[in-house]
C-alpha cells in the first residue's frame, strides 16, 4: 500500500515570498502520479499541478513549481511571489499507473500568508 | 463548462436515520469516486465506479454504505442507519477515460449526525 507524508501541519509565508511545501510518499511501483490539491477554506478541492514519475523534469504551472526526487520519493511544492488568495490547506497526493484508481492523500499543509 | 457538483451541500440527520448524498460528474466523464474527509485529514477513498458498475469498493467501511451509478452519470452515496462516526465531509471527483487521469473535485457534502 502506498502511503504519503506531510511534514508540516501549518506554514506562513509573507506577500510577494516564497515557500516550499514538502512531501514524502512510499511506494514499490515504478510509474505513479503525483499531484498537489489545494482546498481553500470553505471551498472545494482544485488541481495545482501534477506530476508523472517517469518524467524528468520537473512540473511547472505559473507561480507553482514542483521539485521532484524520484530515488528519495520526494515531491516538494515551491510557490513563488506568494499571493493572499493561496492561504489554504495543500494536500500532496498519489496515484498509481496500475489498475488501482484511488487518489492517495497527505494529511494536508495549512498555509496562510501574510499581509 | 460546469464541474462537479454535489447536493446538498450540507446534510444535518439523526443518529439512526438514513441519508443519500448526490453527485453530478462532468458532462462525459466516465469515472467518478467517492471520498470522505474529517476535519483537518486528506480524503480517504471510498469507491470508483467506471460507468455504471463500481470498479472498486474496497473503501467502504462497512455495509452501511452503498453506493449507486444507474445510468453511468449522477451518483448516489447512501448511508443506512447513521452514527455519529459518519460525520464527514463527503466528496465526489470524477475523471475522463479510465488511466489515472486527474480528478476533479465537487464542493462536498458536509453531512453532520446529531
Known amino acids: 500500500a502506498q502511503t504519503v507524508t506531510q511534514s508540516q501541519p501549518e506554514m506562513s509565508v509573507q506577500e510577494a515570498e516564497t515557500v516550499t511545501l514538502s512531501c514524502t510518499y512510499d511506494?514499490?511501483?515504478?510509474?505513479?502520479?503525483l499531484f498537489w490539491y489545494k482546498q481553500p477554506p470553505s471551498r472545494q478541492m482544485i488541481l495545482v499541478i501534477r506530476?508523472?514519475?517517469?518524467?524528468?523534469q520537473n512540473a511547472t504551472e505559473n507561480r507553482f513549481s514542483v521539485n521532484f526526487q524520484k530515488a528519495a520519493k520526494s515531491f516538494s511544492l515551491k510557490i513563488s511571489d506568494s499571493q493572499l488568495g493561496d492561504t489554504a490547506m495543500y494536500f500532496c497526493?498519489?496515484?498509481?499507473?496500475?489498475?488501482?484508481?484511488?487518489?492517495?492523500f497527505g494529511s494536508g499543509t495549512q498555509l496562510t500568508v501574510l499581509p | 463548462g460546469a464541474g462537479v457538483s454535489q447536493t446538498p451541500s450540507n446534510k444535518v440527520t439523526e443518529k439512526g436515520k438514513y441519508v443519500e448524498l448526490r453527485c453530478d460528474p462532468i458532462?462525459?466523464?466516465?469515472?467518478l469516486y467517492w471520498y470522505r474527509q474529517s476535519l483537518g485529514q486528506g480524503p480517504e477513498f471510498l469507491i470508483y465506479?467506471?460507468?455504471?458498475?463500481?470498479?472498486?469498493d474496497s473503501g467502504l467501511p462497512n455495509d452501511r454504505f452503498f453506493a449507486v451509478r444507474p445510468e453511468g452519470s449522477v451518483s448516489t452515496l447512501k448511508i443506512q442507519r447513521t452514527e455519529r462516526g459518519d460525520s464527514a465531509m463527503y466528496l465526489c471527483?470524477?475523471?475522463?477515460?479510465?488511466?489515472?487521469?486527474?480528478?476533479?473535485f465537487g464542493p462536498g457534502t458536509r453531512l453532520t449526525v446529531l
Open positions: 465506479f467506471q460507468g455504471t458498475g463500481a470498479a472498486d
Open positions: 458532462s462525459g466523464h466516465t469515472a
Open positions: 471527483a470524477s475523471s475522463s477515460g479510465t488511466g489515472p487521469n486527474t480528478q476533479y
Open positions: 511506494t514499490s511501483e515504478s510509474n505513479y502520479y
Open positions: 497526493a498519489f496515484i498509481s499507473s496500475g489498475s488501482a484508481r484511488q487518489l492517495t
Open positions: 506530476q508523472e514519475a517517469y518524467k524528468q
